[in-house]
């Protein structure tokens, strides 16, 4: 009987004074702080020995409200409810303030295997809106994780919000930067100096800047250049994928995500031109431009009703 019993996938140790989940399979190991806003903070591909995640030494804990600044600079966390602070600017929480890069990276979540250590479940209450956030992580192969997401609205009004993935990949010049077929143009949220343009300002894709052909957004720079922006595909997604791939190396990792539930995706490029780092996110996200109310005054933001609970899920599988 003991050697049909499946393969336990998750366990727990203890790193730096927090409590640490591992899972793991033959082609894919991650782990995760619950205690720091449930922050991935290693994406390991076993078959070729890659580390995807920036790291870090000390993984700190800023505090709630605290700017997003003041965290390590690394790994993966998740935003919700909005991206910039801002206020909710409506019905029934006209006056709630929502922090930098939301509330969730910056308090504990509960964290908990099943009975078989298959699976791991995470869940955070909001602080300022009144929300239950879960995510659940399985591999349904042994190269590919699942992350499960579900919002649960614990109020008698609608609740708007914006929720996006913050992994930060480490990279190296050169990476291609794979989108959906079809995507010709992008909305600047942030660029620095304003190399790409102004918030709101609409660029070509994969080559922003007319008079500037050697400028390509599908490949990443180097860690001297200097730059960094944050850019959103315009519109809807064709089709939820996205990936990075390494030419020179021959592998790469790509997310897939439904898009009726997570229609944007955007770019976080940072060539050492943000606090002199470097790495590259891919943030498939349920509304538009960083802020929730200018996505909820543009009509681009996820809504879970009363009492309702909003789902969606975004696998992570190598290349």
């Not at 590919?144 to 190296?172: C, D, T």
């Not at 989108?179 to 949220?189: A, F, H, K, Y």
Request: negative net charge; charged residues 20%; proline residues 8%.
């Amino acid at each position: 009987m003991s050697q049909n019993k499946p393969a336990q996938i998750w366990s727990k140790t203890q790193f730096q004074d927090h409590e640490i989940w591992t899972g793991e399979t033959e082609a894919m190991r991650i782990s995760l702080i619950p205690s720091i806003g449930s922050k991935m903070i290693s994406l390991y591909n076993l078959e070729t020995g890659r580390e995807w995640l920036t790291q870090s030494e000390n993984y700190n804990v800023p505090g709630f409200g605290r700017p997003f600044t003041e965290s390590s600079g690394s790994g993966w966390d998740e935003m919700f409810p909005t991206i910039n602070p801002c206020r909710y600017s409506g019905s029934p929480w006209p006056e709630v303030e929502l922090p930098d890069h939301g509330e969730v990276w910056s308090i504990p979540w509960q964290a908990k295997a099943d009975a078989e250590g298959r699976e791991l479940h995470c869940e955070v209450r909001g602080v300022r809106l009144p929300y239950l956030l879960s995510k659940t992580y399985s591999f349904p192969a042994p190269d590919r994780l699942r992350i499960g997401y579900a919002v649960k609205n614990l109020s008698a009004a609608p609740m708007s919000f914006l929720w996006a993935a913050h992994p930060l990949f480490q990279v190296e010049e050169g990476m291609e930067i794979r989108v959906p077929q079809g995507l010709n143009e992008i909305v600047v949220s942030y660029s620095a100096g304003n190399r790409l343009g102004r918030t709101g300002e609409v660029r070509s894709w994969p080559q922003p800047l007319a008079d500037r052909p050697d400028i390509r957004l599908d490949r990443t720079g180097t860690s001297e250049q200097g730059t960094a922006e944050k850019y959103y595909f315009a519109g809807p997604l064709p089709s939820g994928r996205a990936g990075i791939y390494d030419p020179a190396k021959g592998e790469g990792l790509e997310l897939a995500f439904p898009v009726d539930k997570v229609p944007y995706l955007s770019v976080w490029a940072n060539d050492g031109g943000f606090e002199g780092q470097y790495h590259l996110a891919l943030e498939p996200a349920t509304g538009f431009l960083d802020d929730l109310s200018y996505a909820r005054e543009h009509g681009q933001a996820a809504e879970v009703g009363p009492d309702r609970v909003y789902e969606w899920f975004l696998e992570v599988s190598w290349i």
